[in-house]
T-cell receptor, first 115, second 114 residues
Framework: DSGVTQTPKHLITATGQRVTLRCSPRSGDLSVYWYQQSLDQGLQFLIQYYNGEERAKGNILERFSAQQFPDLHSELNLSSLELGDSALYFC??????????????FGSGTQLSVL | AQTVTQSQPEMSVQEAETVTLSCTYDTSESDYYLFWYKQPPSRQMILVIRQEAYKQQNATENRFSVNFQKAAKSFSLKISDSQLGDAAMYFCASKPQGAQKLVFGQGTRLTINP
């Protein structure tokens, strides 16, 4: 167990809908990262937050947004969902701003299916 | 931009044997870090081993070791004494120093034959 908790584990929804994925980092970790894993795109970095502030942005669509709350948990909001958004969404955490010298701890992911 | 390529979609090995997974990368950065992650059927991403590019010595973690060839931009993973629990998808990843994101390869599915 990595200590990173993601809920829900599975999510099935319809096109055009909006969903929220939740992530609780390891106790004491200040950085939260979101990654998307799909069959065609592989693993892609979406966005990183550090202590409540956005620190880096990757291939995140405008329909997607995220935030990190004062208690350090993070939410990834996906709106106007399309079939192609179906993927496994990972959250990861680390204690430093950069994952260079610290292990990046991944959660078990949220499997999103858009029908 | 950094790219990571894993040319072996699937590999298989007999239990207790040794297997090597290949990875090549491309980067214009002088300082960067390389990683191997394991994703078992549970889906969780688990860090297997990491290598700092400025270090010439190859990293080793128990049965896992890497062959880091900086000039060739090659970073292969060797698994010795393969065990059934090693069966998983293995992802090679890179990260420039100072950058936040990991860039992953497409993965290699490793099967262990008993």
């Amino acid at each position: 167990d990595s200590g990173v908790t993601q809920t829900p584990k599975h999510l099935i929804t319809a096109t055009g809908q909006r969903v929220t994925l939740r992530c609780s980092p390891r106790s004491g970790d200040l950085s939260v990262y979101w990654y998307q894993q799909s069959l065609d795109q592989g693993l892609q970095f979406l966005i990183q937050y550090y202590n409540g502030e956005e620190r880096a942005k990757g291939n995140i669509l405008e329909r997607f947004s995220a935030q990190q709350f004062p208690d350090l948990h993070s939410e990834l909001n996906l709106s106007s969902l399309e079939l192609g958004d179906s993927a496994l969404y990972f959250c990861a955490s680390s204690s430093r701003q950069s994952a260079t010298n610290e292990k990046l701890f991944f959660g078990s992911g949220t499997q999103l299916s858009v029908l | 931009a950094q790219t990571v390529t894993q040319s072996q979609p699937e590999m298989s090995v007999q239990e207790a044997e040794t297997v090597t997974l290949s990875c090549t990368y491309d980067t214009s950065e002088s300082d960067y870090y390389l990683f191997w992650y394991k994703q078992p059927p549970s889906r969780q991403m688990i860090l297997v081993i990491r290598q700092e590019a400025y270090k010439q010595q190859n990293a080793t973690e128990n049965r896992f070791s890497v062959n880091f060839q900086k000039a060739a931009k090659s970073f292969s993973l060797k698994i010795s004494d393969s065990q059934l629990g090693d069966a998983a998808m293995y992802f090679c990843a890179s990260k420039p120093q100072g950058a936040q994101k990991l860039v992953f390869g497409q993965g290699t599915r490793l099967t262990i034959n008993p």
